[in-house]
């Protein structure tokens, strides 16, 4: 059945058109992950399904009966409650009872009647009929699996990661019918993601969300809408599905673009010579020179470009010796000693409020150690990307926010070595309309990204990250991940994005309990696969696992069924579709040889062309189509 469906939606942002005519739906159960990059709409497309914002035009309809919920990026408490009373607000018409229901306990103690008890059971009994009795075991069970344990303090006291998972588990409690999450693993650790993947991927619930986790997305999403140049394209399939044929749409779209481009070539030169529309053939072909003249150029969009060098390191980079630090009594950690060396590619793990953030504060000079010391070389420069963004001014222009910190820069790197900020905001696919506007008009993703290029742009050798990959767009994980594999400083990275900690790490440190730090050789899933060697020891040997400050998922993961070998059918077919392919290169190859003879008959020359795209476009769909069946017989 279905929930809720848009058509012909459009929206413009600050004379910005982020798409335009778009239509699609969505049915009971079905997982949505929407991509797109920083700035697309993404968040927008959520909140007009939310209803916290107005389409341009074009109708959102929905259900009748339909219960949603909404988790934004920035979630904001209207009163100031405990985060216990907050997270059991998800169902006010329960916790209302229980409210109405303690009251009438304490007023019972001081004295009963009549009346009272015949109130208590009328609200015992309704409490009852709608399974209340554990809405409040349920609300702290879904915090402690997101990380927090204080059940009682004010939200209104909460830092904003915290306010966010407050919201995310209210929205879970709640059991939509329709759950709309914007970046839910932001401010999650690792555990913690896990649990909520394994969480969705086992509810009934309908989900639409945002994420630049692609792990997560992966898992999670079943089906895959992408908003790409103002249009709305779906994939039924999860994220590696997408990749695939995202991959295969692009080529088929170049070659497509490519033969028009072509075509239209051959036509001016057809009508430069003084081609007239005496036949109704003529006109039909300069009707379509002008058609295809009067088309909007398609923008291609591109991965931002990062060619920044780094300078040389000295032989002493980062030394720290029998550091300490606590806070409010909690030791964060203890004793803990490292030395970098050359081209360290280090990774940071652990629970939410573990100090992860804090040992990057400490080592980077920002707030003291109790005890040890935390000393950088005289040769490092220091690129500190940090959660916060800290340094970018809402009022400050972009071209001016580059200028502040620099009007040249000298990458390092051959005889285009310098580039003015104009050129890097454009490397940083800042188009030129945006040079002078505010940085208060850019989406959070867009922020992110030029915050990162402030911290590139002075070629630092060596860098601290944390939790980079919040609110950056898919693309631009890719452009980040591509220059710190050519980075040829000391990487040192906090975050909870498993794929990204895969793609830049060589080795872990893990924050566990009483204050150690450990150590793990190897990547995020190379630490995972310890992990759980040594505890499947710690199961065989009959010891009990060590606590986790955020236990593992008590839900069980469904395992996919072995995938069916393929039928007779699909091995013929697959015979078919090789013999297709053969035959149509062979058909290519003799039209391609005819056109590259010299022919000068337009009419024939045209009646080619066309032929070898139809071609074209059936060698691409069967090449798809082989490819598919090849991976199905390999399996």
């Known amino acids: 059945m279905t929930i809720f469906s848009c058509n012909s939606i459009s929206k413009t942002f600050l004379d910005n058109l982020l798409f335009d005519n778009i239509s699609f739906g969505m049915e009971e159960g079905e997982r949505i992950g929407v991509i797109g990059r920083n700035g697309a709409g993404k968040s927008t497309l959520l909140r007009l399904i939310a209803g916290h914002e107005v389409s341009d035009s074009g109708i959102i309809a929905f259900n009748n009966n339909m219960r949603m919920e909404y988790l934004e990026q920035l979630p904001a408490f209207a009163a100031s409650d405990s985060v216990l009373h907050t997270v059991m607000g998800a169902k006010p018409e329960v916790r209302g009872l229980i409210d109405e229901y303690e009251n009438l306990c304490k007023l019972m103690s001081e004295g009963s009647s009549e009346e009272l008890e015949t109130k208590f059971a009328n609200v015992s009994h309704e409490i009852d009929l709608q399974d209340g009795w554990n809405l409040e075991n349920d609300a702290k069970t879904i915090l402690s699996k997101l990380g927090i344990t204080r059940f009682d303090e ?25 759950l709309i999450l914007d970046e839910p693993t932001n401010h999650l650790d690792a555990d913690s993601v896990q649990w909520l993947q394994d969480y969705l ?51 088929t779209e170049e070659r497509t673009s490519e033969h028009e481009r072509n075509k239209l070539r051959n036509e001016l030169v057809w009508l430069q010579k003084g081609a007239k529309a005496r036949r109704t053939k003529q006109k039909s072909r300069i009707d379509w020179i002008a058609k295809m003249q009067a088309q909007p150029k398609v923008v291609e ?69 109790d005890t040890g010391w935390a000393n950088l070389g005289e040769t490092v420069t220091l690129g500190y990307f940090d959660q916060e963004t800290k340094g970018l001014k809402d009022s400050q222009t972009l071209i001016g926010t580059l200028r502040d910190i620099a009007e040249f820069i000298d990458t390092g790197l051959g005889k285009d070595r310098f580039l003015t900020a104009k050129d890097l905001l454009d490397r940083f696919n800042f188009p030129p309309r945006q040079h002078h506007s505010q940085v208060a008009t850019l989406s959070g993703g867009e922020k992110r990204r030029l915050y990162l290029c402030t911290i590139l742009m002075k070629n630092p050798n060596v860098l601290f990250f944390d939790e980079p990959t919040n609110d950056f767009d898919i693309q631009t994980l ?71 400050t955020v236990s593992a998922p008590e839900i069980k993961i469904a395992v996919p069924s072995q995938k069916k070998k393929n039928s007779f059918h699909e091995k013929k077919e697959f015979d078919i579709v090789e013999k297709k392919i053969a035959e149509i290169e062979a058909q290519k190859s003799v039209i391609e ?30 090449t798809v189509r082989w490819i598919e069946l090849g991976e199905k017989m390999e399996a």
């Open 154 to 178: 004010n939200v209104m006291n909460l830092s904003g990661g915290q306010r966010k998972r407050v919201a995310l588990s209210r929205a879970l409690l709640s059991k939509p019918d329709l």
């Open 478 to 548: 890719n452009s980040l991940e591509e220059y710190l594999d050519n980075f040829l400083g000391v990487l040192v990275i906090v975050s909870h994005d498993r794929s990204f900690l895969d793609k830049t790490v060589e080795r872990i440190y893990c924050f566990e309990e009483g204050g150690i730090i450990k150590e793990y050789p190897g990547n995020y899933s190379a630490y995972l696969e310890k992990k759980e060697a040594a505890a499947k020891l710690q199961k065989q040997s009959g010891k009990a696992p060590e606590k986790q």
């Open 301 to 369: 969009q591109k991965n931002i470009k990062i060619e920044l060098g780094n300078k040389l390191l000295g032989g002493k980079i980062i030394d720290v010796g029998n550091l300490s630090k606590s806070i409010n009594g909690k030791v964060l950690f203890k004793n803990f000693n490292y030395k970098a060396a050359p081209g360290d590619r280090i990774g940071i793990i652990g629970a939410n409020g573990a100090g992860k953030s804090t040992l990057l504060n400490i080592i980077a000079g920002r707030i003291q150690p």
């Open 201 to 251: 991927q086992n509810s009934n619930l309908a989900l639409l969300l945002v994420t630049h986790d692609r792990y997560f997305l992966d898992a999670v999403a079943t089906r895959i809408v992408e908003i790409d140049r103002k249009t709305l394209f779906t994939y039924s399939g999860n994220f590696e599905y997408y990749l695939e044929k995202k991959e295969a749409a692009l080529d």
């Open 593 to 622: 040889k005819y056109l590259e003879s010299g022919i000068t008959d337009y009419k024939e020359l045209s009646a080619k062309a066309d032929e070898l795209a139809k071609l074209e476009l059936s060698l691409d769909e069967l």
